[in-house]
């Protein structure tokens, strides 16, 4: 299986974004997908997961209540919508699948996507 999110830029603060992440090849549908973010200078940080069979979300308490993420079966593609952006939300954010429906431990997941970059400004 292979990902590929895109979707980042630079947005003000109080903006939004919505990062997709495209599935291709062969994918196995019990698998879950998360996003994880990387800021310069920071550990990676889980940002949410989502079961892809029932389509069940989870987050991280630094973006609860602000980012959502979705999935479309039919176009294999995961979102991550990016509401009321902050500064410190700035990071290089990835896409990411494994075998465990819901992980917040990157180490869970086998098959990463290349990072797409988020600048929020102030």
């Known amino acids: 299986v292979q990902l590929q999110a895109s979707g980042g830029g630079l947005v003000p603060a109080g903006g939004y974004l919505r990062l997709p992440c495209v599935i291709s090849g062969h994918m196995i549908s019990s698998y879950g997908f998360g996003w994880f973010r990387q800021a310069p200078g920071k550990e990676r940080e889980f940002v949410g997961a989502?079961?892809?069979?029932?389509?069940?979300?989870y987050y991280g308490d630094s973006v609860k209540g602000r980012f959502t993420m979705s999935r479309d079966v039919p176009k294999k593609t995961v979102y991550l919508q990016m509401n009321s952006l902050k500064p410190e939300d700035t990071a290089v954010y990835s896409c990411a699948t494994g075998p465990r429906e819901v992980s917040r431990w990157y180490s869970e997941y086998d098959f990463w996507g290349q990072g797409t970059l988020v600048t929020v400004s102030s």
């Open positions: 989502i079961t892809w069979r029932e389509g069940k979300t």
